[in-house]
């Protein structure tokens, strides 16, 4: 039997001749880059379309590459990433839905007997009168009884996922929250008599948010807006639903999605990728101020009302 091209050690064809691979120095190898053309050892190769390519190659290759994204500026991974912000949102609803069930002894009237439901739930007269801020965002995280909780939150894994997915998790966690107060800011001014809570007007925000990512990748809208209407129905049909309290959060969301998605083409970004991330952002904390004035100004109607 013949040992074709290798020869042997004594005539210097031995390993010791051979090639050695630039990251591992003490692994002999008769494979190389087909891109640099250093020698690599099998651990240090990546298959190419032609050939294979060392795996500093493959990092370089991975750095020139522009990076896709979404429309909003997300980026793009081949795998499905984890929508880790809706998921974490569950959980804090869940969290101080458990925390105000313990609090009363109860999972269908958590609202009665609760210490931190009392604290947060959003009654305008009481933030006019005391300053109760919290109760704007704190409100949002609060549910009357397991059903209330299990509506949302169904819907908040069906509509947020892909909305995260879309506008990238700062992004995505920027409207829901000013969804909150959109929320908040319509029942301050429409229904100064109620005490609501509920995820229902960032969920509605995330409906807009959706609407508006749709309009901007010039697909119909008709879907979310059909969910729209139904659930408008539903608020105005079924007594006790906060029908202000959706449409504050529909329109906030919608709003600053708009300003991250249209108002950098708009306010002339031009192509530059800084640039139009930058004037998204200003855009989006413009709604977020516009927010916070109607806030105010119903304060101050509130407490002209009462006399504080």
């Known amino acids: 039997m013949t040992n074709p091209g290798w020869g042997s050690a004594a005539e210097g064809g031995g390993p010791q001749s051979q090639p050695r691979c630039v990251r591992h120095p003490d692994r002999p190898t008769l494979l190389s880059c087909s891109r640099c053309g250093r020698p690599a050892c099998p651990e240090c190769l990546r298959p ?60 269908m009237n958590n609202e009665q007997g609760s210490a931190l439901f009392l604290d947060w739930a959003l009654w305008p007269p009481v933030i006019a009168a005391h300053g109760d801020y919290v109760r704007l965002l704190g409100s949002g995280f609060l549910h009357f009884g397991l ?12 509509i947020g996922r892909d909305t995260e997915l879309v506008l990238g998790r700062a992004r995505y966690l920027s409207v829901y929250l000013v969804s909150i107060f959109g929320g908040s800011a319509a029942v301050m001014l429409m229904e100064t008599q109620a005490v609501t809570a509920g995820a229902s007007g960032a969920v509605f925000g995330l409906l807009g948010a959706q609407a508006i990512i749709l309009l901007r990748l010039r697909r119909s809208p008709t879907p979310v807006l059909t969910i729209v209407g139904l659930n408008m129905i539903i608020s105005i049909t079924i007594p006790g639903i906060s029908l202000w309290g959706h449409l504050g959060g529909l329109v906030a969301g919608a709003a600053a999605t708009a300003a991250l998605l249209y108002a950098p083409q708009f306010l002339g970004a031009g192509t530059d990728r800084e640039r139009i ?8 904390v413009a709604v977020l101020v516009v927010t916070l004035v109607v806030i105010v100004l119903a304060v101050l109607r509130l407490r002209a009302q009462l006399g504080v």
């Open 48 to 107: 190419a379309a032609v050939g294979q390519h060392c795996v500093d190659c493959v990092a370089e290759a991975e750095r020139s590459t522009p990076q896709a994204r979404t429309v909003a500026g997300a980026p793009v991974r081949s795998d499905r990433p984890t929508p880790i912000v809706t998921y974490v949102l569950i959980a804090l609803n869940v969290l101080v839905f458990g925390i105000t069930a313990a609090q009363s002894a109860s999972v």
């Open 147 to 158: 059903v209330h909780l299990a509506v949302n939150m169904f819907a908040l894994w069906v």
């Open 277 to 284: 991330v930058r004037t998204g952002w200003f855009a989006l």
